[in-house]
């Protein structure tokens, strides 16, 4: 088992430029899940999946942010246009029943940094 | 505002020593409460949990301690070792919500010196 993976690791980009995270859920995992991590918030909740579907999205800060998951195996989150206020790590994570029965396994992240 | 606080962002401790992790919260909702632990430049990883149907959970070294009434946890860490250095996050969740609901704490980072 692979784990969660995400891509890229680090992602510098300047003010105003489209970023697109991306993620590959544990097979299986129906679940998936988007946090932000930042000193001032700690770690959020962005949006997440189930069976492919976004279920909830109301912890997306607001209209330039999107996240879509075309397939299973598959995730992205697309920040356009990006603003410095935006770097922060985002995880990805994924469980096989959403519940508290099956915790959270998260990917390493992917630090972006918006200068 | 914060509805899982961990009040002290750093924890230094002796090897071999025990270590205390604090973490509050505010909704009374919460029913089920989880402890991650983050190395650097690694994703966080599931410790040990607890339901509020108990008081107490013991994995190995680890221990939970839940005091309801108070609106409190705590981890516990013994002997502690100094790849026990790391972040640690409190988290908790609604039965309502599962672990989409999940909301986390900010983090305590514990440093175990030799």
């Known amino acids: 088992d692979a784990g969660v993976i995400q891509s890229p690791r680090h992602e510098v980009t300047e003010m105003g430029q489209e970023v697109t995270l991306r993620c590959k859920p544990i097979?299986?995992?129906?679940?998936l899940f988007w946090y932000r991590q930042t000193m001032m918030r700690g770690l959020e909740l962005l949006i997440y999946?189930?069976?492919?579907?976004?279920?909830?999205d109301s912890g997306m800060p607001e209209d330039r942010f999107s996240a879509k998951m075309p397939n299973a195996s598959f995730s992205t989150l697309k920040i356009q246009p990006s603003e410095p206020r935006d770097s922060a790590v985002y995880f990805c994570?994924?469980?096989?029943?959403?519940?508290?029965?099956?915790?959270?396994?998260f990917g390493n992240g992917t630090r972006l940094t918006v200068t | 505002d914060q509805q899982v606080k961990q009040n002290s962002p750093s924890l230094s401790v002796q090897e071999g020593r025990i270590s205390i992790l604090n973490c509050d919260y505010t909704?009374?909702?919460?029913?089920?409460f989880l402890w991650y632990k983050k190395y650097p430049a690694e994703g966080p990883t599931f410790l040990i949990s607890?339901?509020?149907?108990?008081d107490k959970n013991e994995d190995g070294r680890f221990t939970v301690f839940l005091n309801k009434s108070a609106k409190h946890l705590s981890l516990h860490i013994v002997p502690s070792q100094p790849g026990d250095s790391a972040v640690y996050f409190c988290?908790?969740?609604?039965?309502?919500?599962?672990?989409?609901?999940?909301?986390f704490g900010k983090g305590t980072k514990l440093t175990v010196n030799p």
């Open positions: 994570a994924s469980s096989d029943h959403g519940n508290h029965n099956s915790p959270l396994h």
């Open positions: 097979s299986g995992h129906d679940y």
């Open positions: 999946f189930n069976n492919n579907v976004p279920i909830d």
């Open positions: 909704n009374s909702m919460f029913d089920y």
């Open positions: 607890i339901s509020s149907i108990k």
């Open positions: 988290a908790a969740s609604a039965a309502q919500g599962g672990s989409e609901k999940l909301v």
